[in-house]
């Protein structure tokens, strides 16, 4: 005789996986001299299009980014369509698009998107 398997709910000594849930994501627009204007224009673009907040243009390198980039700040019932937007409408500029889970480390390296190609971000800075 076989012997089923119990499917009572696991009891209060076993460890469960706690799943992080996404607070937003942030869609950083990459951009050199060369390509500032159109980064800035996108990025206002963007904020007009989406009412998403849009952070300032950093020239140079800051935290983990390689390169200079603006900072998009997208709510989660509103990423598909800004991504979709982005896009068709980034042209050769690269984007980096992340999660905000509170996992600083996972939202940069695994819990990302990258529209163009990726570039090696600077993790050190998030540590």
């Given at each position: 005789m076989s012997k089923a398997k119990s499917k009572r709910p696991p009891t209060s000594g076993t460890k469960r996986r706690r799943t992080k849930t996404i607070r937003n994501?942030?869609?950083?627009?990459?951009?050199?001299?060369?390509?500032?204007?159109p980064a800035e224009k996108l990025c206002v673009a963007a904020g007009k299009k989406f009412g998403v907040k849009v952070g300032?243009?950093?020239?140079?390198?800051?935290?983990?980014?390689?390169?200079?980039?603006?900072?998009?700040?997208?709510?989660?019932?509103?990423?598909?369509?800004?991504?979709?937007?982005?896009?068709?409408?980034?042209?050769?500029?690269?984007?980096?698009?992340?999660?905000?889970?509170?996992?600083?480390?996972?939202?940069h390296t695994d819990h990302v998107l990258w529209l163009g190609s990726s570039e090696k971000l600077k993790l050190s800075a998030l540590l």
């Open positions: 994501f942030h869609a950083h627009v990459y951009y050199d001299a060369a390509t500032r204007q300032r243009m950093h020239d140079g390198p800051v935290g983990p980014h390689p390169r200079g980039s603006c900072q998009l700040t997208v709510a989660n019932d509103q990423f598909s369509d800004v991504i979709a937007w982005l896009m068709l409408h980034r042209g050769a500029l690269t984007v980096f698009a992340h999660a905000q889970t509170g996992d600083t480390i996972k939202d």
